[in-house]
């Protein structure tokens, strides 16, 4: 069962550009929202993540956007830059699971020059 | 300050064969996970543990088996392995920081291919 959609699977983007990246939830009783970026042949790393009482929140060039009542979160990079070149995993949590994540599928992210 | 390392990096077993993968965390960190990513799939939690001898099975967990005596390691074995077994497999560990706060730190991965 996909509990987390993500899309697209790939983007590529001109260096100075907005990547946009989307993901959808179903589950109500998830309370955070974090965004992992894997470089090849590197595990998972934790960029940013996002609390469901706030709407956006922004860190450098990185923000995340989130709409509750659609169900939906987006991850927006400005000014893409080549080193931004990654796979990006939106994922969501809930308090009392565990400490368990759940992923979306992934989306491999090249910024051209 | 060597966090969360998995061994080997990379191996290439025979069908049927077992093989295990050792994940060890140095921060004390209680949650551990063993995921494995296929393209197309993301990330899928095979197995997790809440604290040492606490396990419980992800969304995968047919064809392996996992133990936890003590809180810094998390070995996940394959105990016949089959071709679809192919996969990077991460490790990752996490700790509980109050509502809301889940993150998880993930190992370098184990390339597994079984031929």
């Known amino acids: 069962q996909q509990q987390v959609k993500q899309s697209p699977q790939s983007l590529i983007v001109q260096k100075g550009g907005i990547s946009i990246i989307n993901c959808a939830y179903e589950n109500t009783a998830f309370d955070y929202f974090p965004w992992y970026q894997q470089f090849p042949g590197k595990g998972p790393a934790l960029l940013i993540a996002?609390?469901?009482?706030?709407s956006e929140k922004k860190e450098g060039r990185f923000t995340i956007s989130f709409n509750k009542s659609a169900k939906q979160f987006s991850l927006h990079i400005m000014d893409s830059q080549p080193g931004d070149s990654a796979t990006y995993f939106c994922?969501?949590?809930?308090?009392?699971?565990?400490?368990?994540?759940?992923f979306g599928t992934g989306t491999k992210l090249q910024v051209i020059p | 300050d060597a966090g969360i390392t998995q061994s080997p990096r990379y191996k290439i077993t025979e069908t049927g064969r077992q093989v295990t993968l050792m994940c060890h965390q140095t921060w004390s960190h209680s949650y551990m996970f063993w995921y494995r990513q296929d393209l197309g799939h993301g990330l899928r939690l095979i197995y997790y543990?809440?604290?040492?001898?606490?396990?419980d099975k992800g969304e995968v967990p047919d064809g392996y088996v996992v133990s936890r005596s003590k809180t810094e390691n998390f070995p996940l074995t394959l105990e016949s392995a089959t071709r679809s077994q192919t996969s990077v497999y991460f490790c990752a560990s996490s700790e509980a920081r109050g509502q809301g706060n889940h993150e998880q730190y993930f190992g370098p991965g184990t390339r597994l291919t079984v031929t």
């Open positions: 543990s809440a604290a040492a001898d606490i396990t």
């Open positions: 994922a969501a949590s809930m308090t009392g699971g565990y400490q368990k994540v759940t």
């Open positions: 996002i609390r469901p009482d706030v």
